[in-house]
């Protein structure tokens, strides 16, 4: 820019547009209200009426995560809601909740909250609630992992922290 | 009563739209439409409580400027507001009701708790949650 040109007043909004947001959220509010299902990017991509292609991305943007990884924080949120509030066995909390296996349901489980499903529930329940005030969807939503990194690098993290004399533990 | 909340309001990205919503769908009686110019102050009540309310409010200029106007109006449709609660009588006919009308509901009425609820959206993005409490 040459200093002759004068700068708007204001600067054009980078923002999206609220009528694709409107739409990305459209897609958002369908895994929240079936976490359990399948919701590959084409499945996403056709509720907010987006191309393949884009929908991932705009939906990053817009929300500040991918598809994806949003769709892992509501199945970990709902599966710590189930493990709290019933009795029922950690197997058919891992099915209804979305995943196939009781292996990858514990091992993400663990890599996201640090903890086992069966330790959580342990500890949940020597605590002693005072929440009944408090719609239920507002106490759950507590319990959302904020998962800012891919569960991927969290596991690299938390894997180079406990080796010793790997890279994370350089002498201060 | 003389002392109360008399007006909340929400923002809507068009008031055309939000009043077609409010009106049209959900039934509410507009309390007051004037106009000055670009501007336009609109609310709605909802039928059995008069003595509140509802403002359906377009963020824009000169109360805001363009790019804090843009900002609400991509917050609204993130669905980043709070969430609003109405009581109703009756959850699974109100949803039957609203449904017919072509409202978008984000969540079929669930029992929990002694209560049933659902959740729908208006057209700029405001969640709203309906209650039916002791069912």
Known sequence: ?172 | MSEAIQVVGLYVRDQDEAYEFYVGKLGFKVHTDQRNGDYRWLTVQHPEQPGFQLGLFRPQPPVHDAVTAQTLNELVAKGAMPPLVMAVDDCRATYDRLRDKGVEFTQEPVARYGNVDANFRDPSGNGWKIVQEGA
């Open chain 1, 1 to 172: 820019m040459t200093t002759g040109q004068s700068a708007p007043a204001t600067p054009i909004p980078t923002g999206q547009d609220p009528r694709l947001l409107r739409r990305l959220l459209r897609a958002k509010d369908r895994i929240d209200a079936a976490s359990h299902e399948d919701w590959p990017v084409s499945r996403l991509a056709a509720v907010s009426g987006v191309s393949v292609t884009h929908f991932a991305h705009a939906f990053r943007q817009a929300f500040g995560l991918p598809p994806h990884r949003y769709l892992l924080t509501r199945r970990i949120e709902r599966a710590k809601a189930l493990l709290r509030d019933t009795d029922r066995p950690v197997t058919e909390i891992a099915f209804d909740t979305g995943w196939n296996s009781l292996g990858t349901f514990g091992r993400t489980f663990r890599d996201v909250t640090d903890e086992s499903p069966s330790a959580f529930r342990t500890r949940e329940r020597s605590l002693t609630q005072g929440f009944d005030r408090v719609p239920a969807c507002y106490l759950n939503a507590a319990n959302r992992p904020d998962l800012n990194i891919a569960v991927s690098e969290k596991r690299r993290q938390d894997r180079d922290n406990k080796v010793p004399g790997s890279q994370a533990m350089e002498p201060l």
